[in-house]
């Protein structure tokens, strides 16, 4: 039955275990091959577990048509069109089950595999073997494909030799790869971070050659790259090499600001915070980092002879979404929650009259009040609002009147023109 070219078999590495699996994705595999199809683990999972990390979603191959495993399997789904494929439930799971493609780049003049005049491909729907599986995949560490029941792991291109190595090779031409899908440069970046990898100098090359290419993804794939990118723990990381690329102006709509700017820092302050969050296993939403990374702009955009113009900041945010939607889909869920944040900046800053115990109150508070504590961490001059506000949560109902009493004896003039942004105004 096994039809696959011997000279891929590999000696398995003792690291790669079944308990490295999830049981359920084990179990397709196992019914896959008892129906005489073969079946592997394959991508992500395989390389991770080589690497020795937790590996979190699991793939598998099959010559199975999706047709023919949609029928083995009752909570099953096709899926795609661009890429058919079959999501496998169980109650807390999904597995992606595909079948093996032949290679687009060499049969662009089959109906299956549709490309756009600069070489995009659009459908990719010709079955293959495994072999030819191989070949379409991006990079070489994710062209391992490993067989749990038989203890069998296949690569055809040095993806174990790659993995030791610890750098990131292209399957093919990088620049014809990039071409075919762009978001293969985003994808090289973001493995060279997650698994602390070299990227080739082919692959780099190509990077930098096309990754203008970006700028013809659609947004809803750019923001699902941008979560992947920005929000698993190697935030700063990615965002510095993307720079270094010259393709984080696909993902962001921001100018670019020097070293030891307020734009710079607190972009970066957002990016350690996402981090540190994720790693202390605490909540993060894609709508406060967007929020984050395009604030300087908007700074910008409020700002008049050095102090700040509230319709000029009103105005702005809407368009600065709108812009950033461009390149990357926003959820709608998440544009009111961007706006809240801003918006609470400046009525955390001026405190007037009882509106404190209001917006201790408002769903976004805590939100606003972490963004305050981060503008205040990138600025070099506070005006001690963050603390105001710590103490303010803190303390009894007495101890809230007294804190107001203080305020307002403190200040000279009319308050409601006072937004200190100190250094982003500067
Ligand atoms: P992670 O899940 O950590 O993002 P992954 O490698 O599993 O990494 P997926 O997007 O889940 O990435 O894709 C699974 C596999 O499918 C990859 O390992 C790769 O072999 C193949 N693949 C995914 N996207 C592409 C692409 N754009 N071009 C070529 N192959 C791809
Ligand atoms: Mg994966």
């Not at 970046?189 to 082919?202: E, G, P």
């Not at 918006?343 to 917006?359: A, C, F, M």
């Not at 003039?413 to 942004?421: D, R």
Request: with cysteine; hydrophobic share 40%; glycine share 6%.
């Amino acid at each position: 039955m096994n039809k696959t070219n011997k000279a891929s078999k590999v000696k398995t590495p003792k690291i790669l275990k079944e308990d490295k699996f999830s049981p359920f994705a084990i179990e397709i595999v196992k019914k896959l091959k008892q129906s005489g199809f073969q079946g592997y683990l394959v991508g992500g999972c395989v390389r991770d577990s080589l690497v020795g990390i937790k590996a979190k979603d699991f793939d598998v191959s099959t010559d199975a048509t999706p047709e023919e495993v949609r029928k083995l399997f009752r909570s099953s789904r096709i899926i795609g069109k661009r890429f058919r494929l079959v999501h496998v439930f169980s109650r807390n799971e999904l597995i992606e089950v595909s079948t093996f493609r032949s290679n687009a780049s060499k049969q662009s003049n089959i109906s299956e595999v549709i490309k756009d005049s600069e070489g995009k491909i659009l459908r990719d729907n010709v079955w293959g073997t495994l072999e030819e599986d191989c070949v379409r995949r991006d990079f070489s560490i994710n062209a391992l494909y490993f067989d749990p029941i038989e203890n069998d792991l296949r690569d055809f291109h040095n993806g174990l030799n790659h993995i030791q190595k610890k750098i990131l090779v292209s399957i093919g031409d990088p620049l014809v790869r990039f071409e075919e899908d762009p978001v293969r440069s985003l994808r090289a970046i973001r493995f060279s971070s997650k698994l602390n990898f070299k990227i080739s100098n082919a692959v780099k090359e190509a990077i930098y050659q096309k990754g203008y290419l970006l700028g013809n993804i659609s947004n809803a794939r750019m923001f699902d790259e941008f979560c992947k990118i920005f929000l698993t723990k190697n935030a700063l990381n990615n965002f510095n090499k993307l720079e270094s690329f010259g393709v984080l102006k696909y993902l962001i709509n921001s100018n670019d600001y020097a070293e030891d700017t307020f734009g710079l820092r607190f972009q970066h302050a957002a990016l350690i915070n996402t981090d540190n969050r994720l790693k202390a296993s605490k909540s993060i939403t894609p709508g406060f980092l967007i929020a984050a990374l395009l604030w300087p702009r908007l700074v910008e955009a409020s700002k008049e002879k050095g102090v700040l113009n509230l319709r000029k900041f009103f105005r702005s945010m809407d368009r600065i979404i709108r812009e950033q939607q461009t390149l990357t889909a926003v959820p709608r869920k998440f544009h009111g929650y961007i706006k809240d944040i801003w918006s609470l900046q400046l009525k955390l800053e001026t405190r007037l009259g009882h509106q404190p115990y209001k917006i201790l109150n408002h769903p976004r508070f805590r939100a606003a009040y972490d963004f305050l504590l981060l503008r205040e961490e990138a600025a070099n001059d506070t005006q001690g609002i963050g603390e105001w506000w710590t103490q303010f949560q803190r303390i009894n109902r007495p101890g809230k009147i007294e804190l107001l009493k203080s305020l307002r004896e403190s200040r000279n003039g009319p308050v409601e023109k006072k937004f200190g942004f100190l250094e982003e105004l500067s």
